[in-house]
């Protein structure tokens, strides 16, 4: 168990509608990274949030937004969804840097199902 | 531009074989990290081990050992004695700064059978 949480770990919707993703990062870590992984793409790193602001971007669609709040926790927001957004979804923390040369750790992920 | 290169997409072997997992990298930059993460059955990724691009020392741990050549620009992961728990599947990433900031690239990823 890393320590990271993620809710939900499925989520099945249609077309068009939007998610939020949640994450918890471990105690202590202040980076939170989310990654979106796909049969075709593979690991893609889509955002970085280091003690509430945004550090480092991937390749995010203007259609997802993430926030990380007061208590760390981090949001991933999906929005107008397509089928094409259909993966697993990562969410990782780090510690007290806020590069991504720490190792990072891993929930166990949430699998977006678009319909 | 940076890129992590995992040939092997598949490896399959017999338990008790020795197993290496190549890890070819590009970047630019003088200071970056390279790391490796295993991804079993459950889906969870797991830290293995990270290293810095001015310690080209290889290590070991247990069964595990990784070879870094800065030369080559490879840094490659070996089982010794394979096990059925080992079947996973098996990232190489590399961290370093990028437009946008730090990121993490992460390559394809080898998925290695271990056969009983």
């Known amino acids: 168990d890393s320590g990271v949480t993620q809710t939900p770990k499925h989520l099945i919707t249609a077309t068009g509608q939007r998610v939020t993703l949640r994450c918890s990062p471990r105690s202590g870590d202040l980076s939170v990274y989310w990654y979106q992984q796909s049969l075709d793409q593979g690991l893609q790193f889509l955002i970085q949030?280091?003690?509430?602001?945004?550090?480092a971007k991937g390749n995010i669609l203007e259609r997802f937004s993430a926030q990380q709040f007061p208590d760390l926790h981090s949001e991933l927001n999906l929005s107008s969804l397509e089928l094409g957004d259909s993966a697993l979804y990562f969410c990782?923390?780090?510690?007290?840097?806020?590069?991504?040369?720490?190792?990072?750790?891993f929930g166990p992920g949430t699998r977006l199902t678009v319909l | 531009a940076q890129k992590v290169t995992q040939a092997q997409t598949e490896i399959s072997v017999v338990e008790k074989e020795d197993v290496t997992l190549d890890c070819v990298y590009e970047t630019r930059d003088t200071t970056y990290y390279l790391f490796w993460y295993k991804q079993p059955p459950s889906g969870e990724l797991v830290f293995l081990i990270r290293r810095n691009s001015f310690d080209e020392q290889n290590e070991i741990s247990g069964r595990y050992s990784w070879n870094f050549q800065k030369s080559t620009s490879s840094f490659n992961f070996t089982i010794t004695a394979s096990q059925v728990v080992d079947s996973a599947v098996y990232f190489c990433a590399l961290s370093g700064a990028l437009p946008g900031g730090f990121k993490t690239i992460f390559g394809a990823g080898t998925r290695l059978f271990v056969k009983a």
């Open positions: 990782a923390s780090s510690g007290t840097s806020d590069t991504s040369y720490n190792e990072q750790f």
């Open positions: 949030y280091y003690n509430g602001e945004e550090r």
